[in-house]
Structure formats: structure tokens, C-alpha cells
């Protein structure tokens, strides 16, 4: 939300709002309650986004001959998980529901958990300022709330739900697109700033928690994608707060920038390669049964 115009912002809520409706009118209190009862899953996910994926982005960033801005925000972004932009790529992976809780958990935590991973690794100088409370309020605002609601009209009204769902999801979709059009000059100018070494330390970054998601995402194809996903896409919002916050932290906001669009074609890839994955085995299914 930070760096945004009017347009800007409006699109991401309006992207956010929409996304988590549709979600939640797809989400009985049964899933939910199936979704955070899945302790082997939430345990998978804590470890990869808080432990492993920050292990790799700080050993990336301090092995790699990396300017100290672009360096300091990728150790920033390593240790700061939940990023807004899963939810438009995982709810493709098969269950909605588990996207969204994911998305939502990391998010949460990521307020309290993460500035205690940057104190481990970033200079004793650097005091971290966290808006803990602001943070709180917008993914509660924007994400919890709208959820809840979807799932209150799922359970009044079910018949209006798997139409009024898409809709939203449709309308969710344009918004996201109409956003990286909008904003496509200033990240990409922000990418060329940065330089392709850096560009191709944080695609690294970006690919290498992909895999980590995967591989600990356990043996469902949906809980794999889920995971790749949530563990590649960082909480770029979260991040750009603190910076603007921590007065040393402000020449990290141009790699912050670039990273938010550098995320996306490797996730979009891998939804586009899990969605070709599933009409294949659908058709195998249909012939298999004949």
C-alpha cells in the first residue's frame, strides 16, 4: 500500500476484498476447522517460511557480492512471509480454503514474528520500527473480515454462493491485472535500477523457496503448490512499512519495489504448469474409466 496512488490502492483492495469474499463463500466452517486442524501442514508452513526460507535469503544475500541496500532487502523480505499476491495464484491450486487460511496466517504472524528473525541477522544499529497495530487493523480490515463475511453468506444463502463466488473471483482477477498495468512502469523502472545481478540474486531467492515450498508442502499436488507459492510470494506491504518507518531502511524501498514484480512470472508459470497438470489427469481419469 505504501509508494501507491489513489488508483493504486484502490485496485489492491479492491483486489484483496473480492479475492477473500470469493474464497470465503467457498468455505464452510467445516473446511476451516479441517484447514487449521491439519497440524503436519501448519507445522510445514511455519518451518519453511519462518526457518528454512529465511536461512536461504540471508545466506543468498551475504554470499553474494550484492550492494548493502539490495542485500538488506532481501534479508528484509527472507524473513517476512504472508504476501498479498498468493491468493491469486493459489486458490487455482484446488483448495481455496487452505489458500486462504495459508495467506492469512502468514500474514498475521509475520507482524510479531518476523522483526524478531531481522533482530538475529541485521546490525545491532538498526532500530526496527513495526506498526504492529496498523498492520494488524489492515490484514484483520481486509482479509479476516471479508473471509468471515463470504463464509456468513455461504451459510445463509448457499444457492447464490458458487455463481456470486465466481464473480468475484472474475472481478478480483481484473483488478489484479488492472494493477500491474497501472503500476507496471514504476516496478519495472525500479527492476532496471537495481541491476541484473541483484535481479538475478532475487530470482534465485524467488525460485529457491519455490522449491522449498514444494518439497515440504507434503504429498498432495495441491498442498505443494499452495505452499510454493505462499513461501516465494513475501510480504513486500509488511516490508515497505517497516522501511518507511526505520529512517536507515528507506534506500532498501527500489529493490523492495522490483522484487513485487519479479514474483509474479515464476509463480504464474508454475500455476499455469499445475493447471495443464490437472486437464491431463482429468482426461486420463475420464479414459480410464471408460
Known amino acids: 500500500m505504501f509508494l501507491l496512488d489513489t488508483t493504486g490502492k484502490a485496485l489492491v483492495l479492491i483486489f484483496l476484498v473480492t479475492s477473500m469474499l470469493s474464497i470465503g463463500m467457498q468455505t464452510r466452517v467445516a473446511d476451516l476447522r479441517l484447514s487449521l486442524a491439519s497440524k503436519g501442514f501448519l507445522a510445514r508452513m511455519l518451518l519453511a517460511n519462518f526457518v528454512v526460507v529465511p536461512v536461504l535469503g540471508v545466506a543468498i544475500a551475504f554470499l553474494l557480492p550484492l550492494q548493502p541496500h539490495v542485500a538488506g532487502a532481501l534479508v528484509l523480505l527472507a524473513c517476512t512471509p504472508g504476501g498479498l499476491s498468493t491468493i491469486n495464484y493459489t486458490p487455482k491450486a484446488g483448495n481455496a480454503t487452505l489458500a486462504g487460511v495459508t495467506m492469512c496466517v502468514l500474514a498475521m504472524l509475520a507482524v510479531f514474528i518476523s522483526p524478531l528473525l531481522l ?83 532475487m530470482l534465485l531467492f524467488i525460485v529457491g523457496s519455490m522449491v522449498v515450498g514444494w518439497l515440504m508442502g507434503g504429498p498432495g499436488r495441491d498442498t505443494r503448490q499452495v505452499l510454493a507459492t505462499a513461501s516465494s510470494m513475501r510480504n513486500a506491504v509488511l516490508c515497505l512499512a517497516i522501511v518507511q518507518s526505520t529512517a536507515p531502511g528507506h534506500a532498501a524501498l527500489v529493490p523492495l519495489v522490483a522484487f513485487s514484480l519479479l514474483m509474479v512470472p515464476p509463480n504464474m508459470l508454475l500455476t499455469l504448469y499445475s493447471a495443464v497438470q490437472a486437464k491431463r489427469r482429468a482426461r486420463r481419469n475420464r479414459a480410464g474409466g471408460l
Not at 132 to 148: C, D, S
Request: proline share 5%.
Open 119 to 201: 533482530r538475529l541477522v541485521l546490525p545491532e544499529h538498526i532500530h526496527l520500527l513495526v506498526p504492529h497495530g496498523a498492520a494488524l487493523l489492515f490484514f484483520f480490515v481486509f482479509l479476516v473480515f471479508p473471509l468471515l463475511a463470504g463464509m456468513l453468506v455461504l451459510a445463509k444463502l448457499p444457492g447464490a454462493c458458487a455463481k456470486l463466488s465466481k464473480l468475484l473471483a472474475l472481478a478480483a482477477l481484473v483488478a489484479f491485472v488492472a494493477f500491474g498495468v497501472v503500476n507496471g512502469a514504476l516496478r519495472k523502472t525500479a527492476a532496471s535500477e537495481i541491476g541484473v545481478a541483484a535481479m538475478g540474486a
